[in-house]
């Protein structure tokens, strides 16, 4: 395990876990777990992996440091010290899990709407409470959380300060999964297996594929495809396919 002590990560072969370390203050993200965040995208965006992302104790993140932001004026607003971090770990290159427990509220709510996954247990709470404290959702969810819930629920968070369930977010499919708190890492590493299952270099591009604007496709979609079709990978995994089918074919 290395990392600083705002976060904790944890290597694997094909896979990394990253743990919010701040229990005492329920995660909330300030400018050392920031920092150690993009520390820890560098590490994944040079030598990619699956990235898994938990909360220490029984909240996921809640949200910004209350007492940092307060202090925070205009300048800093415009550097977007969280909305970077969040479009970074967004953008990297292997699909990112989020294990919820508890309280996924204000920025802990943005990073969760920044993983391609989120696995959750009964007790997560996810919303955006940031207009009641006089300012608003800047870093993400004015954008991505619509493109997850569809715009009507996302006002109703945004706007009249809703907060989901676990329920009301599996229904919605903002969570893809709840299990319960002894569950979450193993639910987590289950799904994390059945994507390393997958080519990783086609993983890999069919998630910057999917992230391209619209007037990319279907350009983008070629190019990638065109690599894929020129990798030793794509013609064992096809020779394996099509060598089961005969087996198979051959036992009727």
Sequence with gaps: MSGGKALLVEEGADRVVWRLNRPEVRNAIDRDLVRALHDACSAVEEDPKIVLIVGEGTTFAAGADIAQLRERGRDDALRGINSKIFDRI??????????LDGYAL???????YACDFRIGT????IGNPETGLGILAAAGAAWRLAALVGEPLAKEILLAGRVLTATEALDVRLLNEVVEPGDLQAAGHRLADRIAAQ????????????????AAHPFVDDVAQAVLFETEEKHARMTAFLERRARKGEQR
């Design 122 to 125: 009964p007790r997560t709470r």
């Design 199 to 214: 080519a990783p270099l086609a993983t890999r591009l069919m998630k910057a594929v999917l992230h391209a604007p619209r």
């Design 90 to 99: 967004h953008k990297l290159p292997m699909p990112t899990i989020g294990l």
């Design 106 to 112: 204000g920025g802990g709510a943005e990073l969760a």
